[in-house]
């Protein structure tokens, strides 16, 4: 069987998805928006160095915690290294301080939601409906 060749230092896009814990579309994604960047291997493959796990990792931190793509640009001069430690810029506080209005608008929401539903449940079963943990 023959094996796959890489070159040292560079990983194809479904490593960099597995090791990541993402998938190539993800991948593309990112790269379509600018966020990250692949050069072509003369098989047409796309190849990433080695790297770009660090910042594929941190762009999934910063949409997992609510940014968008676009708010995500604002953070790639640190996106390389440990986001949380990076010193901040004043756009990267406004961003970060308007998404956070907006996760608390989206708890608020979804806590009320929750709760309307709670009631109406125990107005309809009584004592027969237990909270959830």
């Known amino acids: 069987m023959i094996g796959v060749v890489r070159e040292v230092g560079r990983v194809q896009i479904g490593e960099l998805a597995k090791v990541t814990g993402t998938t190539a579309r993800a991948l593309r994604h990112y790269e379509q928006a600018g966020l990250i960047s692949s050069e072509r291997a003369s098989n047409g493959y796309r190849v990433y160095e080695e790297g770009a796990a660090v910042r594929v990792r941190n762009i999934r931190y910063l949409l997992a915690a609510g940014l968008t793509l676009d708010d995500v640009r604002v953070f790639l001069p640190c996106l ?9 810029s004043d756009k990267g506080l406004r961003v970060a ?37």
């Open 80 to 88: 390389d290294g440990d986001v949380a430690a990076a010193p901040p």
């Open 97 to 133: 301080w308007e998404r956070l209005a907006v996760l608390n608008e989206r708890i608020a929401a979804q806590t009320e939601t929750r709760d309307r539903l709670e009631a109406a449940l125990r107005q309809q079963t009584g004592s027969l409906i237990r909270p959830a943990a």
